[in-house]
Nanobody, 124 residues
Framework: QVQLVESGGGLVQAGGSLRLSCDAS????????MGWARQAPGKEREFVAA????????HYADFVKGRFTISRDNARNTVYLRMDDLEFDDTAVYYC?????????????????WGQGIQVTVSS
């Protein structure tokens, strides 16, 4: 059974940083493109960032503006999202997803597996 478990969220002041982690099990991690999405209250889930299987290709949403960095450690079955210079509008539940045979720029609809999500709250 595929499990994706996010950690590292919490409350941070605007301008601060957080690093999210997503630990994967029950999946051939090295075969999957991994991504992050987020959903704010009253809004649809939106793409944040993705990284391909061998970590030589990444894709980011425009609103990231160079503030976020996605990375992965295939030896640990873990994908990370480093978030710097956080803004109030970054407040959302962040989800980790796994996508087989995907390129990093593919739609969230292509993702077969999602974690339960973790709250990130940025205070202004």
């Amino acid at each position: 059974q595929v499990q994706l478990v996010e950690s590292g969220g919490g409350l941070v002041q605007a301008g601060g940083s957080l690093r999210l982690s997503c630990d994967a099990s029950g999946v051939a991690f090295k075969s999957y493109t991994m991504g992050w999405a987020r959903q704010a209250p009253g809004k649809e889930r939106e793409f944040v960032a993705a990284i391909n299987r061998i970590a030589d290709s990444t894709h980011y949403a425009d609103f990231v503006k160079g503030r976020f960095t996605i990375s992965r450690d295939n030896a640990r079955n873990t994908v990370y999202l480093r978030m710097d210079d956080l803004e109030f509008d970054d407040t959302a539940v962040y989800y980790c997803g796994a996508c087989l045979f995907c390129s990093p720029d593919m739609s969230l609809r292509a993702y077969a597996h999602w974690g339960q999500g973790i709250q990130v709250t940025v205070s202004s």
